[in-house]
């Protein structure tokens, strides 16, 4: 038997090794919230306690938990073909996943470029905007506009365009040449708006005032969110991105929507592009694609993108990047089952139809103690609570704690706001659930 094997059955429960991410390590192995197994709407601890998930996971289980149809294309897949080459070689559904993600999104979208995460889908996006502006011949297009509270993974590219401080400050000097739209959000001006705020378009007017400082025949893309989301959930102002698109459209920059979250129903939509009304020049996705069953992103790039690059003589390699495992086969076929279920169960057009109950619901905390501010849009909330004196993130942390541990429910804590984000299988039953808890949770957190 191998050293390690040995060492593993020995300690069968040292929560030490595991460095995990984005999380207290330490207060984690102290008081550890494990997860098990899942199923549908539940997550379930190993000693087999239910825990309702009002995340999705982590924004991703779009279609709920551990769902047959998905279970089954990916064990199948498994016997059948494990893995082909991602580069010179390729498989049937790689082509297949492609054209049904093509279809669901808006306008002449249509190219598809897979990868691995959501991340890797943002790196993907701004190289090929640089790329495709380097192919025209207009190479000075280099620089990357992003936005304040913006999150767009944790790539160089990612938190360079990204306005979260501490994504930010330990990394060193990041990309050069990246600018910062101002955040939408404004608690005087929008607090306790359902859907998208009155108050806000006008801030998509500062893209002018970056373009003139740098010139635009510097500038390459502009990416955002079209709802900010590990940020707490801010929902775009109302006429805030037809305007953005509007001074890229004069100055010839791309614009770059990051749907990772937004994608595959969150927002009643298969993409928020299509709420809005806008079509972006590239779409990020992530997450919703497998309903989080396997690691998968991308991004989908309009035609003109994709045709500019498609010159010169044709065995040389027209984009210089790829990651060995996009479009793995075990990928595609969850990808496959996942946009079978979401059609055949309408849950883009369910979420649609639950979000002014949703809303409703999530209104009923307004007045509790601590609540400074709500937002929702589609099936998501954040809830601001007021921070403890000197321990800012404190009351939001512990609260998700609380709600694993003492109320059966998985939330999740940006600082001092609580974000939810059901699958979109949810009940409204456990919609009334998940508020009633929350209010539990709130009150016990005062
Ligand atoms: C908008 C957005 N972009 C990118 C990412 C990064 O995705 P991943 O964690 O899969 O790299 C996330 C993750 O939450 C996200 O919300």
């Known amino acids: 038997m191998a050293m390690n094997q040995t060492k593993s059955a020995a300690v069968p429960n040292d929560l030490e090794p595991f460095w995990i991410p984005f999380t207290p390590n330490r207060d984690f192995k102290k008081t550890p919230r494990m997860i098990a197994r899942a199923k549908d709407m539940h997550y379930y601890t190993p000693e087999g306690r239910a825990v309702l998930d009002a995340c999705a996971g982590l924004w991703c289980t779009n279609a709920g938990h551990n769902r047959e149809p998905?279970?089954?294309?990916?064990?199948?897949?498994?016997?059948?073909?494990d893995y082909a080459p991602a580069f010179q070689f390729s498989h049937p559904k790689a082509f297949e996943l492609a054209a049904r993600v093509a279809a669901l999104a808006p306008g002449d979208l249509d190219h598809v470029f897979f990868c691995n995460s959501g991340s890797?889908?943002?790196?993907?996006?701004?190289?090929?905007?640089?790329?495709?502006?380097?192919?025209?011949?207009?190479?000075?297009?280099?620089?990357?506009i992003g936005r304040e509270r913006g999150y767009h993974g944790v790539g160089f590219g990612g938190i360079s365009v990204g306005g979260i401080v501490?994504?930010?400050?330990?990394?060193?000097?990041?990309?050069a040449g990246v600018d910062h739209l101002p955040s939408t959000y404004n608690r005087e001006q929008q607090a306790f708006s359902k859907?998208?705020?009155?108050?806000?378009?006008h801030l998509a007017d500062d893209l002018e005032r970056i373009v003139t400082l740098h010139d635009a025949s510097?500038?390459?893309?502009?990416?955002?969110?079209p709802m900010a989301g590990s940020t707490g959930v801010l929902p775009s102002p109302k006429g805030y991105l037809p305007r953005l698109r509007a001074i890229c459209d004069k100055h010839g920059i791309l614009l770059i929507f990051d749907e990772v979250i937004t994608g595959f129903g969150r927002l009643g939509h298969a993409f928020a592009a299509e709420r809005y009304g806008v079509i972006p020049d590239m779409i990020c996705f992530a997450k919703g694609i497998t309903s989080g069953s396997v690691p998968m992103g991308g991004v989908i790039a309009r035609k003109g993108i994709?045709?500019?690059?498609?010159?010169?003589?044709?065995?040389v390699v027209e984009l210089f990047h790829g990651y060995t495992y996009s479009a793995h086969p075990l990928a595609c076929a969850a990808g496959l089952a996942t946009l079978d279920l979401y059609r055949d169960e309408n849950l883009f057009e369910?979420?649609?139809?639950?979000?002014?109950?949703?809303?409703?619901?999530?209104?009923?905390?307004?007045?509790?103690?601590?609540?400074l501010d709500i937002r929702c849009v589609g099936l998501t909330a954040g809830i601001d609570l007021a921070s403890k004196p000197g321990a800012?993130?404190?009351?939001?942390?512990?609260?998700?704690?609380?709600?694993?541990?003492?109320?059966?429910?998985?939330?999740?804590?940006?600082?001092?706001?609580?974000?939810?984000t059901p699958p979109l299988i949810v009940s409204e039953t456990q919609i009334g659930e998940i508020f009633d808890k929350l209010a539990t949770i709130i009150r016990a957190a005062a």
Do not use: C
């Open 70 to 81: 998905i279970v089954a294309a990916i064990q199948a897949q498994a016997a059948e073909l």
């Open 120 to 144: 890797e889908a943002v790196d993907t996006a701004l190289k090929i905007a640089l790329a495709y502006h380097n192919v025209r011949g207009q190479g000075a297009r280099t620089r990357l």
């Open 166 to 175: 501490n994504n930010r400050k330990f990394f060193g000097s990041l990309l």
């Open 195 to 201: 859907g998208e705020p009155d108050w806000g378009a």
């Open 218 to 225: 510097t500038v390459a893309a502009v990416i955002v969110e």
């Open 306 to 315: 994709y045709d500019a690059f498609m010159q010169g003589p044709e065995h």
């Open 350 to 371: 369910r979420a649609k139809k639950l979000e002014p109950i949703w809303a409703d619901a999530a209104m009923t905390l307004k007045g509790l103690p601590n609540v």
């Open 392 to 420: 800012v993130g404190k009351r939001g942390y512990d609260s998700m704690a609380r709600a694993f541990h003492e109320n059966g429910i998985m939330i999740r804590s940006v600082g001092d706001t609580l974000a939810v």
